[in-house]
Structures are given as C-alpha cells and as structure tokens.
C-alpha cells in the first residue's frame, strides 16, 4: 500500500496562533484525500475532503474558514488551523484514497492548544 | 445517517484464547466493511475488508463475518498474542461515496 507522512507528529501552539499540518503522500499520486479529527477514546471523525486542484468539500459542522485545506499537488495536502483555541486540541490524521475500497491513513499529527 | 456501535470499549481476554470484537450498524447496508487496528498515538491501520456478498473472510489469525440480516460483523482474533492488544475499529462507506464512517472503537487488551 501507498506510504502516508504528516508533518509534525506533535505540534503545541499558543491560544490564538496558526499551525499548518502537511500531509505527503511518498510513493502514491492522490487525487483525493481525506482529513479526520479524533478527540481522546473517541473515534475518527471525517472533517473534510480534499481534492487535487479544486476547493475541499468539508462535513457539517466543521468550518471551513477556520480549517483551511489546500491540495495543490498529487502527493501534499495542508490543513491550516486557523486562530488555534484550546478546543482544537486533538488528534488529526489524514488519509489518500486508492480507490473506491481503499483508503492509507497517515501516522497523525498530535495538536496541543494552550 | 448510519450509526455504527462496537459491542465493548474495552475488552480483556487471556492469552492464547479467540477475541471477538462485535460491530453493529443501524441503518442501510454497505457494499462492505472494514476493520483497522489503531495504537496509542498512531494512524489506524487497515487489516481486512469483507463485501457484502461474502459471509467470511480470513487472514492468518484474523477472521471477519457479515451478516447483513443481524446487520452486524464480527472480527476474531484467534491464540491471541499479547501484541495484539489495540483498538480496533470497523468502518463502513457512506452511501455510494469513498467517505468513510467509523465505529467507536474498542480496546482489546490481552492478558499474558
């Protein structure tokens, strides 16, 4: 299966401030990929879907100004936390679609809001 | 939308015995399901998928059955180890889409 990267494994930002995860795709064209958000003992939660050149199609609930999502190649996909606040601390993963059936999550990237 | 419900949060079983993790969905049934492995700190990691068409699937230790019916599938993990203690998560497609929705989880621990 494809190799996923995210970058950083661990970021600790300010209340207030700006943190860009980056996810890489190292042996695997994506045209699409996917973000998720997963609180402690909670599950996955899909936040948006990200596609190669076009504007991401995000869930509800999740706001697009605050978690900005850029696709602009078919191996990188950045999700910008916009004005970071303690309840954005989580944990997020991305994923690449191989197809209908399968999808390569990443290693995750452990985001702590002071 | 679909809610999926795994039977446990969390579940101790003896080494070298079969784990059964149970995971139930409610509403329509998906052209398949999948289960992952997911450890602290780490991205989930696919294990097995099994279509609707299919009663079982196997992989070494692992085995998956779909019953469409009960609307449920269980996951075994046969002389279970204790490296196989994790949380283990199923996820089923969202209608006619690549989207994923996942269960809630459950931790296994084995016990040595």
């Known amino acids: 299966g494809a190799v996923v990267s995210q970058h950083p494994s661990w970021v600790i930002c300010k209340s207030g401030t700006s943190v860009k995860i980056e996810c890489r795709s190292l042996?695997?064209?994506?045209?699409?990929m996917f973000w998720y958000r997963q609180f402690p003992k909670q599950s996955l939660m899909l936040m948006a879907t990200s596609n190669e050149g076009s504007k991401a199609t995000y869930e509800q609930g999740v706001e697009k100004d605050k978690f900005l999502i850029n696709h602009a190649s078919l191996t990188l996909s950045t999700l910008t936390v916009t004005s970071a606040h303690p309840e954005d601390s989580s944990f997020y993963i991305c994923?690449?679609?191989?197809?209908?059936?399968?999808?390569?999550f990443g290693p995750g990237t452990r985001l702590l809001v002071l | 939308s679909q809610k999926i419900e795994q039977n446990s949060e969390a579940l101790n079983i003896q080494e070298g015995k079969t784990a059964t993790l149970t995971c139930n969905y409610t509403n329509y049934s998906p052209a398949y399901l999948q289960w992952y492995r997911q450890d602290p700190g780490r991205g989930p990691v696919f294990l097995l998928l099994i279509r609707e068409n299919e009663k079982e699937k196997r992989k070494e230790r692992l085995k998956v059955t779909f019953d469409t019916t009960l609307k449920q599938s269980l996951f075994h993990i046969t002389a279970s180890q204790p490296a196989d203690s994790a949380t283990y998560l199923c996820?089923?497609?969202?209608?006619?889409?690549?989207?994923?929705?996942f269960g809630t989880g459950t931790r296994l621990t084995i016990i040595p």
């Open positions: 042996d695997f064209q994506a045209t699409t």
């Open positions: 996820a089923l497609p969202v209608f006619g889409n690549e989207k994923l929705t």
């Open positions: 994923s690449l679609s191989g197809g209908w059936e399968t999808q390569y």
